[in-house]
């Protein structure tokens, strides 16, 4: 029997180590055994009979995506299923595709507990304020199912970028103080603060966000295993919660409905039933956009926080038209504030044009998306929405009367000429439309953010600015 002494419990490079010369040697799973932290006979041991070999042999990625996840598992035969794999793979390339395969399978299952031990410690880690010698530091105590600390902790410096934490664990501990992550040894639940003023605050938010119509006990205790519920604030309120749920249910049925916010009544009947009677047409850039809060002319209004109308002079030379907002315009009600919208406002001021001068809006005004995890990641508007929230659009028109109409990509080159044009061989040139407008086609800034190539994207930036130069020239 051949002993592999590993460092620690997640120490990867030494099994990958270990198992190199074992696998190169000849040595069969059945005679080995991996151990942590303990100091037997074996391969790394001066006085082991086994020689050192020398070679290599290349293995799959996917095997090394799944050695590095699979680790992290708390079972005492990770080591020795993850050496199967290796053995196993050296003449057999393509194993870890045969999902059906008992020790994939297996590997596959495990893995997947990894993932969702992760999941649950960036759902469920809970900072409690404390003082320091060098002033505010947050901590917090967590016990995961699995060991997914080391792994876990960079999204936290993240997300937590301002903040001085350390986040304790029984397998170990990481802090973070602003600038460097670091990881320490393991700890215990006493080290970690007491309950601080943001107790009340997870209460009350839970509380708030609880709704008994919607109680499905099984499927709770799926995603906030029982586990958790001790070092979460919000987790004793649960049993009071879900005892009164039948009768906070029944009181939400029977309130009568609230009434409709009449601010937006004088101009949400065009958007509602698409009329577009004379008495109904807005007369300001105001009345314009109250009724943009109200449209219902498509089904994007359902899913986004609030409608995103134009901003500008109310007579402007440029009007400036992009595909729709996005998720920092939906939050912030105005167009253009986002990471495309900053790109945009500096290569306008490089190209000599002042954006309090311009007239900023979209061919869609609510922001069309599709939920991915804690993110909403942006969706194109299909011709339906696009041709529905035109009427919006050409009000927008006819209000400002600008001279020219800077389209910037497919979508606003859709609402303005009725047509999806060809975005690179028609940009740069000033195109006359069916209703005589003047439109000059770009691409989105979008677009040049999403560019990896760093002498492609600066191309395409210098290309965008020649295009603004016409639109200056032009006023």
């Not at 297996?106 to 404390?130: C, G, L, N, T």
């Not at 937590?160 to 664990?169: D, Q």
């Not at 038209?321 to 939050?331: A, C, N, S, T, Y």
């Not at 005004?365 to 969706?379: A, S």
Request: net charge positive; glycine share 6%.
């Amino acid at each position: 029997m051949q002993t592999a002494v590993l460092a620690d419990p997640l120490d990867f490079d030494g099994w990958r180590e270990a198992a190199r010369r074992l696998r190169l040697a000849g040595v069969e799973p059945a005679r080995v055994q991996f151990v942590v932290g303990q100091s037997f006979g074996g391969l790394f041991d001066e006085a082991a009979a086994l020689p050192r070999v020398d070679g290599a042999f290349s293995v799959p990625r996917t095997f090394w995506e799944t050695a590095t996840q699979l680790i992290q598992h708390r079972s005492d035969d990770r080591f020795d299923l993850m050496y199967r794999l290796l053995w196993r793979l050296k003449d057999q390339p393509n194993l870890m595709a045969v999902l059906s395969d008992r020790d994939v399978a297996e590997a596959a299952d495990r893995v997947k507990a990894v993932r969702r031990a992760a999941h649950k410690m960036k759902a469920f880690v809970r900072f409690r304020q404390a003082e320091d010698e060098t002033g505010e530091h947050w901590g917090a105590w967590f016990e995961p199912a699995h060991r997914v600390l080391p792994a876990t902790a960079p999204f936290f410096a993240r997300r937590f970028s301002t903040m001085r934490w350390s986040i304790l664990t029984p397998d170990g501990s990481a802090h973070w103080n602003g600038e460097a992550l670091t990881y320490g040894p393991p700890a215990d639940q006493a080290q970690a603060p007491r309950e601080d003023a943001m107790e009340e605050f997870w209460r009350t938010y839970y509380a708030s966000t609880f709704n008994p119509a919607r109680l499905r006990l099984q499927v709770m205790r799926s995603e906030m295993p029982k586990r958790y519920w001790k070092n979460l604030p919000e987790a004793a309120l649960i049993p009071e919660l879900t005892a009164d749920a039948s009768v906070r249910t029944e009181a939400m049925v029977t309130q009568p409905a609230p009434r409709p916010n009449e601010r937006f009544q004088r101009v949400r009947a065009p958007a509602i039933d698409r009329a577009t009677t004379d008495d109904l047409v807005p007369e300001t850039l105001d009345d314009l956009a109250r009724g943009v809060q109200g449209c219902r002319r498509c089904p994007l209004w359902r899913d986004a926080t609030q409608g995103v109308c134009g901003e500008g002079p109310a007579r402007a030379g440029l009007m400036v038209v992009g595909e729709q907002p996005g998720d920092q315009e939906d939050l912030a009600g105005r167009p253009f504030v986002g990471p495309a919208g900053r790109l945009l406002d500096t290569m306008l001021e490089a190209a000599g044009l002042d954006r309090r001068d311009l007239y900023l809006t979209n061919a869609v005004k609510h922001f069309k998306h599709e939920p991915r995890g804690k993110r909403r990641l942006h969706k194109t508007p299909n011709a339906g929405e696009v041709q529905a929230c035109r009427w919006w659009l050409d009000h927008e028109r006819r209000l400002v009367k600008p001279r020219l109409i800077l389209a910037l990509g497919a979508t606003a080159g859709l609402a303005l000429l009725g047509r999806k044009p060809a975005v690179q061989a028609e940009r740069g040139q000033i195109i006359t439309a069916d209703d005589g407008a003047r439109v000059l086609l770009t691409v989105h800034p979008a677009y040049l953010l999403r560019l990896p190539d760093p002498t492609t994207r600066d191309k395409e930036r210098a290309r965008f600015l020649a295009d603004l130069a016409v639109a200056s020239a032009e006023l």
